[in-house]
């Protein structure tokens, strides 16, 4: 089984996205909400949890979304947190043996709100969402762990920041 773990947001930011998500992701391939991967392959999620529960030990930290970025056939917005960088550095050398080639990439966090669409409806999404985008801040709470079903994605762990 594979081991997918995201970053969570505040409850009022977790809502916009997943509002957004509702609307411009096709819903019958919308099976999860919105969210921010840091590791799309883990161990299973019983020989992480301690670890994932030690890496939750810090303050909640504020997250910026700095704009909109094209996908091909969706958009996502683009964030930027010197915190969320270090965490998912501190993350990448705790786990660095069981890291998949896609997990060893750089990290640029986002949160995709469409996908497979049409590349004409992606760009049309883009243009209307960064004809009014103004920049603003989040509040990152913690970390969930999911088990991925082939699709939809099984929650089996939260674990806030304190």
Known sequence: MTTILTLELDPTSQSH???LRREHYPA???QIP??????HQLPPHDKIVGRIHRAAHRPPF??????LHSLGK???YTLASAELQTLHA?????????LIPQD????????VIQNKATPEQARALLTQLQSDFQPFEAVAAGLTIWNYLGGPWERVG?????
């Open 17 to 19: 996205f997943n509002s």
């Open 28 to 30: 019958h391939l919308n």
């Open 34 to 39: 919105a969210h921010i991967t840091l590791f």
């Open 62 to 67: 504020q997250v910026k979304v700095t704009g």
């Open 74 to 76: 969706g958009v996502a």
């Open 90 to 98: 501190d993350l990448s050398t705790e786990f660095q043996q069981d």
């Open 104 to 111: 060893r990439q750089p990290f640029h966090p986002h949160i």
């Open 158 to 162: 939260f674990f806030n920041f304190r």
